[in-house]
């Protein structure tokens, strides 16, 4: 016989980490790391622009999110990230471009009055969530484009996405479910970025 989902949920290890919560208690702080640099021949675009992605107000936080269901959205109560998530997503992307060093200048503003071209995005999903067989998968997903400042045109558009599982619902199991998803992610959209920008990935190492 199969508990409904709510108990099943409330029996899971680190329950807690799924309660609503009440008042601020403390809670650890984690930060995401950028993928491995790569190192690449000079692009076409000169300043990069990284602007701060966009998200829906229950993403635009701190809080590090896991929904029981597809309608239903909780935090972790003993965690949150050291930023919101769109200012880290938009810190890694900066980080992981720049470390390529085929831009004169990646930022999360221009130099002087526009860059040449910017990265914008919209975040759709950075969260776990539970599967109906009863695992715990950690899925994150990105619309982003280019746009060249001047025309203000579409150079570049695609959408990103990273799913990788978790051992539990536990802060501990979590992170590192959620290091390995952004590490994933970052990478797609670093190669995505080069190849719009003129740069050979095959030069790239």
Request: proline content about 7%.
């Amino acid at each position: 016989m199969r508990l409904p989902l709510i108990l099943l949920i409330a029996t899971l290890p680190g329950c807690g980490a799924l309660s609503a919560l009440q008042g601020e208690p403390d809670r650890d702080l984690f930060e995401l790391r950028p993928p491995p640099a790569l190192t690449c021949s000079r692009s076409r675009v000169g300043e990069l622009v990284v602007e701060p992605p966009k998200a829906r107000a229950t993403l635009d936080s701190n809080r590090i999110m896991i929904r029981p269901s597809a309608l239903q959205t909780q935090y972790l109560s003993d965690a949150e990230w050291g930023d919101t998530v769109p200012a880290m997503l938009q810190r890694l992307l900066v980080q992981s471009l720049g470390a390529t060093g085929s831009f004169e200048h990646v930022g999360r503003a221009p130099l002087g009055l526009s860059g040449d071209v910017a990265l914008i995005s919209e975040i759709g999903d950075f969260n776990a969530e539970l599967t109906p067989e009863g695992g715990v998968v950690v899925r994150l997903s990105v619309e982003a484009q280019m746009v060249g400042e001047m025309e203000a045109d579409v150079i570049s558009r695609a959408g990103f996405s990273a799913t990788v599982p978790a051992a539990g619902t536990r802060t501990a199991d979590l992170i590192p479910a959620f290091d390995t998803a952004a590490r994933q992610l970052v990478t797609q959209m670093t190669e995505w970025a080069l190849r719009a920008a003129g740069t050979d990935s095959g030069s790239c190492r």
